[in-house]
């Protein structure tokens, strides 16, 4: 497995955090860990990491909140590693955008599993994605247009990769709209509504490229030359 870059391993627990750092270090990873969500930060805002396994509860606020607020920027694989391990506790980690939830205590071995599923997913957004002068950077949830970074919200950095996947190609409402939310979309205006306001500011952001989102009413929309 390609190990370059490394793991931010986010935990309060010292004796937890040593054992972790052991056992990976063992396997040839790079690591970094933060023992708060302000350490977290500053390390992300430094060099992002590869993947990050983050614990919930920390002296310093909310693991599902810090990742909530993560995922405004960032893709990066995230494993959520808590002793909370009720039904809601898990689809609130799951829901602000963890990629897996492991609690605590947990086998070592069932550990590694789920790290190296997480290193699995960094590789395949590892790949920059290129269409004319912008570019997107799926590990990072970043993208650029002749080198300027986009400032994309999370829907919008997930649209626009839909868009530069399938470039010159309709995109239906509908499989848009999935792709983005994750979830089907409803029969309503509301949704459709969602998805042309969100569509609209991406358009903008875009503006100056060569390339613009048509739509084709009640259908759908593709990225193409202007």
Same mark, same amino acid.
């Given at each position: ?59 310093? !606020?909310n693991g599902v909140d ?49 790290v190296e599923a997480l ?12 269409? !004319? ?74 503006? !100056? ?18």
């Open positions: 497995m390609d190990k370059q870059g490394y793991l931010l391993l986010v935990e309060d627990d010292p004796m937890i955090q040593m054992n972790n750092m052991r056992l990976l270090e063992r396997r040839g990873y790079s690591l970094r860990q933060a023992f708060t969500l302000a350490e977290a930060r500053e390390i992300i805002a430094q060099e992002p990491p590869r993947a990050i396994v983050l614990d919930i509860m920390l002296p310093d !606020g810090f990742l909530a607020e993560l995922r405004e920027t960032s893709n990066v694989p995230v494993l959520m590693l808590t002793a909370l391990g009720t039904r809601d506790d898990i689809l609130k980690g799951l829901a602000a955008g963890g990629d897996n939830y492991l609690t605590k205590p947990y086998d070592r071995v069932v550990f590694l599993s789920h290193l699995r997913r960094s590789e395949t957004l590892a790949e920059m994605l290129v269409y !004319g002068p912008i570019k997107i950077e799926p590990a990072s949830g970043r993208a650029f247009v002749d080198g300027e970074d986009l400032v994309l919200t999370q829907k919008e950095f997930f649209m626009l990769q839909q868009f530069v996947q399938h470039p010159n190609k309709l995109l239906m409402a509908d499989f848009l709209y999935e792709k983005v939310w994750g979830q089907e979309m409803l029969d309503d205006d509301a949704s459709r509504v969602s998805l042309r306001n969100a569509v609209s500011k991406l358009r903008k952001k875009i503006s !100056g490229s060569g390339y613009t989102i048509s739509s084709e009413y009640g259908e759908g929309y593709m990225l193409e030359p202007e």
